[in-house]
């Protein structure tokens, strides 16, 4: 009976150092390598079937604007990118410096030196917002050319994709004043909406952060799944 009274707090001690190191470990390697995502990403956007039964599914037009740095920009220049997107204006003093900050501090600083993420900011205030504007805009949030591009150009052109490519709430509405969007919305590489992401709280940043880590572990399976035929 004593002995049995002795072993009980060994088994508690093994119990608190498995919680203690032992799951955060497991955490940590299933969170970095993917392992725990099963559920595939969604396709958003209306789809069509074509003739051979293959399913069409909505994707982003190509567009000619500018980055930040003056230079001539369309979807070429971000071939084979899993792009993060977002629309925003300088002057805006509620949504967008929140929404910025969040992506700066959570989500680029988590992908910054990943070559195969995009981060794309759209002004919804081309009027104001030159090149030489977002530039210095950029720098206040430590996004760094090329992996982090503010894009400015034609306002009817930028409108119209935020409501009919990237399907942004509250665009299609918006021609006649600009739209608040805090939302990020998640492109791969073939331009199919992926994701779209509310910017602010610790579930946003796993939300998004998660499925990017899907949409590249999908890329994978599919690549190892190529070298295998």
């Given at each position: 009976?004593?002995?049995?009274?002795?072993?009980?707090?060994?088994?508690?001690?093994?119990?608190?150092?498995?919680?203690?190191f032992v799951l955060p470990v497991l955490w940590i390697m299933l969170n970095k390598t993917g392992v725990h995502?099963?559920?595939?990403?969604?396709?958003?956007?209306?789809?069509?079937?074509?003739?051979?039964?293959?399913?069409?599914?909505?994707?982003?037009?190509?567009?000619?604007?500018?980055?930040?740095?003056?230079?001539?920009?369309?979807?070429?220049t971000y071939k084979d990118k899993i792009m993060l997107v977002s629309f925003f204006f300088t002057n805006c003093?509620?949504?967008?410096?929140?929404?910025?900050?969040?992506?700066?501090?959570?989500?680029?600083?988590?992908?910054?030196?990943?070559?195969?993420?995009?981060?794309?900011?759209?002004?919804?205030?081309?009027?104001?917002?030159?090149?030489?504007?977002?530039?210095?805009?950029?720098?206040?949030?430590?996004?760094?050319?090329?992996?982090?591009?503010?894009?400015?150009?034609?306002?009817?052109?930028?409108?119209?994709?935020?409501?009919?490519?990237?399907?942004?709430?509250?665009?299609?509405?918006?021609?006649?004043?600009?739209?608040?969007?805090?939302?990020?919305?998640?492109?791969?590489?073939?331009?199919?909406?992926?994701?779209?992401?509310?910017?602010?709280?610790?579930?946003?940043?796993?939300?998004?952060?998660?499925?990017?880590?899907?949409?590249?572990?999908?890329?994978?399976?599919?690549?190892?799944?190529t070298e295998k035929r």
């Open positions: 009976m004593s002995q049995e009274i002795k072993k009980r707090p060994s088994f508690k001690v093994m119990g608190v150092l498995f919680l203690v995502y099963s559920k595939p990403l969604p396709y958003l956007g209306e789809r069509e079937v074509a003739p051979n039964g293959d399913t069409i599914y909505h994707t982003i037009a190509n567009f000619r604007l500018v980055n930040q740095n003056g230079d001539s920009v369309t979807l070429e003093e509620t949504v967008c410096p929140k929404m910025n900050d969040f992506i700066s501090q959570h989500i680029y600083r988590e992908f910054a030196k990943d070559n195969s993420i995009q981060f794309l900011s759209f002004t919804v205030d081309p009027e104001h917002d030159s090149a030489a504007v977002l530039l210095k805009y950029a720098e206040k949030f430590g996004a760094k050319f090329p992996n982090w591009q503010f894009i400015t150009g034609s306002r009817k052109r930028i409108y119209d994709l935020a409501a009919t490519s990237f399907l942004i709430p509250g665009a299609q509405s918006a021609h006649q004043g600009m739209f608040h969007s805090n939302q990020m919305v998640l492109i791969d590489k073939k331009l199919r909406i992926r994701g779209v992401f509310e910017t602010g709280g610790q579930l946003d940043k796993s939300g998004i952060i998660d499925a990017v880590r899907n949409l590249k572990l999908e890329y994978k399976k599919n690549e190892n799944h």
